[in-house]
Nanobody, 125 residues
Framework: QLQLVESGGGLVQSGGSLRLACAVP????????IGWFRQAPGKEREGVSC????????YYADSVKGRFTISRDYAKNTAYLQMNSLKPEDTAVYYC??????????????????WGQGTQVTVSS
């Protein structure tokens, strides 16, 4: 069973920053697309960002473009989501996920077969 472990969530004021980390099994970054998703209470899970294993191409939801940055560190077997200029509407549980069935990553959660347990991000106004 492939395990993904998120960390880095917390409480931050509006305008602040957080960096989420997703620790993955060795070599996963080489062969799996990595996605970040979020789910707020009463809302559907939303694709936030992803990075393709093949060429490093990225996707960002319109709501986070220019504020969030996805990256990966092969030496640490970790993917990151840097979140700047946070807003109260960014409050959600954030999940990382992995997919090895597509050449390029997507923001659709049903494309991903492996998921972390989630980390809470709360942005106060």
């Amino acid at each position: 069973q492939l395990q993904l472990v998120e960390s880095g969530g917390g409480l931050v004021q509006s305008g602040g920053s957080l960096r989420l980390a997703c620790a993955v099994p060795k070599f996963m970054l080489d062969y799996y697309n990595i996605g970040w998703f979020r789910q707020a209470p009463g809302k559907e899970r939303e694709g936030v960002s992803c990075i393709s294993s093949t060429d490093g191409s990225t996707y960002y939801a319109d709501s986070v473009k220019g504020r969030f940055t996805i990256s990966r560190d092969y030496a640490k077997n970790t993917a990151y989501l840097q979140m700047n200029s946070l807003k109260p509407e960014d409050t959600a549980v954030y999940y990382c996920a992995a997919d090895n069935t597509n050449i390029y990553c997507s923001g659709h959660s049903n494309e991903y077969g492996y998921w972390g347990q989630g980390t809470q991000v709360t942005v106060s106004s």
